[in-house]
């Protein structure tokens, strides 16, 4: 059974920067596309970006110019580098792939705050 497992998130002061990880484990066959969300409670979930197997990059306007999705170590490995971050991005932060989703990981939150 494949699994995803968010990482990296905490407290940040507005205009900070974090490094989120998730990692895909289990059955995985080839590279598959993987894509960040986030949710703030009471409301739906949120698509920031994706990379593609072939790692093309695909971004929400919310996550253009300050978020950068990319690969890690592992080819199921997807990194968001969050840059220049404001209170409005405090929220729930979960991967998953894109166009075959599997049941969600708990996230990682993310708190922006002075």
């Known amino acids: 059974q494949v699994q995803l497992a968010e990482s990296g998130g905490g407290l940040v002061r507005p205009g900070g920067s974090l490094r989120l990880s998730c990692t895909a484990s289990g059955a995985i066959t080839g590279a598959k596309a993987m894509a960040w969300y986030r949710q703030v409670p009471g409301n739906d979930r949120e698509l920031l970006a994706i990379?593609?197997?072939?790692?093309?990059?695909t971004y929400a306007e919310a996550a253009k110019g300050r978020f950068t999705i990319s690969r890690g170590n592992t080819r199921n490995t997807a990194i968001l580098q969050m840059n220049s971050l404001k209170p409005e991005d405090t929220a729930v932060y979960f991967c998953?792939?894109?166009?075959?989703?599997?049941?969600w990981g708990q996230g990682t939150q993310v708190t922006v705050s002075s």
């Open positions: 998953n792939f894109p166009f075959d989703p599997i049941p």
């Open positions: 990379i593609s197997r072939t790692d093309t990059l």
